[in-house]
């Protein structure tokens, strides 16, 4: 076994706030340069990108893990990740059904682009990706299982979109093993405000949208391989796997 440098929070030019700079090749040059090992994309509310990064991460030589970032009903930010195509694209097309009926404005949020690995590209995705869900907390948990995936709320240190923000608390009442933070997040003060997430493991990320941002937030996993299922196990502190961040 052996410590992989992982992100598992970025953005593509389909995310109505992610720069177009943002195309396949050019994430997945950046993440090799700076060291990443293992990358996963996490557009808002849309898989619909997934498989023209997870080429361009094959010819950079880096694990990719499928993801989307979801936004609740109470405007939480989840990060869900998965396996493989077929997972994401099933619980994508679900989600996105889910959304609110709101037409994107480009002019305000910029375009959201669907593109191949060769950053050509295919369509304009109209519907607003920016919005929430019409699906709980507790209900996107069960979704993301329902499909095999793994999740865990995004930048809880933060006030917009995050459960701390949104609720003040973390449930005991649903299955949470890890918590996503910012790349500036002092973990010290944190965990001197909220005692109760030394119970579960942080991640850092970047949440990058930008070029500039990819790997400034990181986490370092020790795992067998650059699998969700090892990075799963590191999250638990099972069978020697474990989280440095």
């Known amino acids: 076994m052996r410590w992989y440098k992982a992100d598992l929070h970025v953005h593509s030019v389909l995310s109505p706030c992610g720069s177009l700079e943002m195309s396949p090749r050019e994430v997945m040059r950046t993440a090799s340069e700076r ?5 996963a994309m996490t557009d808002h509310n849309s898989s619909a990108n997934s498989l023209a990064y997870a080429k361009a991460a094959q010819e950079f030589d880096l694990a990719y893990i499928y993801g989307i970032e979801v936004q609740t009903a109470e405007e939480i930010h989840i990060i869900a ?6 997972q994401v694209t099933g ?8 959304l609110l ?8 949020f910029g375009d959201q682009v669907v593109i191949d690995e060769n950053d050509n590209i295919l369509r304009f995705e109209k519907k607003a990706l920016i919005n929430s869900s019409v699906w ?3 209900t996107a948990f069960q979704k993301i299982s329902h499909y095999g995936g793994f999740y865990f709320p995004a930048h809880v240190d ?3 979109y995050s459960l701390l923000g949104q609720l003040g608390f973390i449930p005991t009442d649903i299955q949470i093993e890890a918590l996503g933070i910012t790349a500036k997040c002092d973990t010290d003060k944190l965990l001197k405000q909220y005692p109760q997430l030394q ?4 991640i850092r990320n970047s949440d990058a949208h930008y070029l500039k941002d990819i790997a400034s937030g990181f986490t370092q996993f020790y795992l067998h391989e650059p699998t969700l299922d090892e ?3 590191a999250c638990r502190n099972l069978d020697g796997r474990k989280i440095k961040i």
Do not use: H, K, M, W
């Open 101 to 108: 009926p709101i037409d994107n404005d480009p002019d305000f």
């Open 91 to 98: 619980f994508g097309n679900e989600l996105y059904d889910s």
């Open 35 to 39: 060291g990443l090992e293992i990358i």
């Open 199 to 202: 119970e579960y493991a942080l």
């Open 231 to 233: 990075i799963r196990l």
């Open 158 to 160: 933060v006030i917009s």
């Open 136 to 138: 709980t907390l507790e």
């Open 81 to 86: 990740l998965f396996d493989n195509y077929e």
